[in-house]
């Protein structure tokens, strides 16, 4: 007796999406439609508001230069020639080099222009009291500055070497 034949099919028959995979891709390429519509669109509302806004830039640059010519950015120009006139080369050179001599026991913080009354405000950090003493001497003898004064001074505890904390100010020259 023999064995009965054995067969094996591994392929198999594939089995029809049938009318639901038909339907599903129907509903598929009618929402692909209805995105690409909407893509265009949108694009269309971006090109015309980016041409609204270089419109609307171009307007305000001539309304700009316009108002330059009328003399509201007179201010803005007055105030850069004051910048400008600041004789700054003559102020920091002689800020330097009244710190020059201290071998590192000054360090400048902050420098503070007042061109209404030709002012300049210094804050800086000494060692301690005597080094901030010398500094303001050593500023007395500078050409751009006259009249520095120590305004203000403190011991700044909280930093472990206690700097002291001064404020000097010294009117400048414009004819140095």
Same mark, same amino acid.
């Given at each position: 007796? @023999?064995?009965p034949?054995?067969?094996? $099919?591994?392929a ?6 049938? /009318? ?33 806004? =270089? ?12 108002h330059?010519?009328?003399?509201l ?15 700054? @080369? ?10 020059? $001599?201290?071998s590192?026991?000054?360090? /400048? ?8 009354k ?13 080094? =901030? /003493?010398?500094?303001?001497?050593? /500023? ?10 120590? $305004? ?8 472990? $070497?206690h ?6 100010? =010294?009117?400048? @020259?414009? =004819?140095?």
């Amino acid at each position: 007796m @023999s064995a009965p034949m054995l067969r094996l $099919d591994f392929a198999g028959r594939r089995a029809r999406g049938g /009318l639901p995979g038909i339907a599903v891709a129907v509903i598929g390429a009618l929402c692909l439609g209805v995105v690409l519509v909407q893509r265009h669109t949108l694009n269309e509302r971006k090109a015309g508001l980016e041409l609204r806004s =270089a419109a609307l830039a171009e307007h305000a640059q001539r309304g700009r230069s316009m108002h330059s010519v009328t003399g509201l950015d007179s201010q803005n120009a007055e105030k850069t020639v004051r910048e400008l006139g600041t004789p700054w @080369s003559l102020l920091l050179a002689d800020l330097e080099t009244a710190s020059k $001599d201290t071998s590192g026991d000054i360090a /400048l913080l902050a420098i503070e222009p007042d061109h209404a009354k030709h002012r300049v405000r210094v804050t800086a950090e000494a060692r301690n009291l005597d080094f =901030a /003493l010398a500094y303001v001497e050593r /500023l007395r003898k500078t050409s751009a500055l006259r009249y520095p004064m120590l $305004d203000s001074h403190e011991l700044r505890t909280e930093d472990k $070497d206690h700097p002291v904390r001064f404020r000097v100010s =010294a009117d400048w @020259s414009d =004819a140095t």
